[in-house]
């Protein structure tokens, strides 16, 4: 098991960047997929991006392609998600979820561990 705590969220304007953090700790995150989710109060967990255990495959959904961007760094156990050209639609509480298996999926029951979330605002 992973033990997952993010960072990064806040209040920022439309337009503006922000980047969080997914630091693991437990077994090493490089050993999982992990991916990033985001929700709004009566919605259901949305896939925002993934990637995967070597860092060389990534996938984002089409609201934030070409916006937003996964990376990782094994060394420091953190998985990273970089939010440019925000919209107030990527307001929500942002998830990072690690997969004890191989593969990618879009499916939020398919990721084993979770973080506690935090909080992305974006004003207009």
């Known amino acids: 098991q992973v033990q997952l705590v993010e960072s990064g969220g806040g209040l920022v304007q439309a337009g503006g960047s922000l980047r969080l953090s997914c630091a693991a700790s437990?077994?090493?995150?490089?050993?999982?997929?992990t991916a990033w989710f985001r929700q709004n109060p009566g919605k259901e967990r949305e896939f925002v991006a993934a990637?995967?255990?070597?860092?060389?495959?990534?996938k984002h959904a089409d609201s934030v392609k070409g916006r937003f961007t996964i990376s990782r760094d094994n060394a420091k156990n953190t998985v990273y998600l970089q939010m440019n050209s925000l919209k107030p639609e990527d307001t929500a509480v942002y998830y990072c979820?690690?997969?004890?298996?191989?593969?990618?999926?879009?499916?939020?029951?398919?990721?084993?561990?979770w973080g506690q979330g935090t909080q992305v605002t974006v004003s207009s």
């Open positions: 990637i995967n255990w070597g860092g060389g495959m990534t």
């Open positions: 979820a690690a997969r004890r298996d191989y593969g990618m999926p879009q499916n939020h029951w398919d990721y084993n561990d």
């Open positions: 437990g077994r090493a995150v490089s050993s999982y997929a």
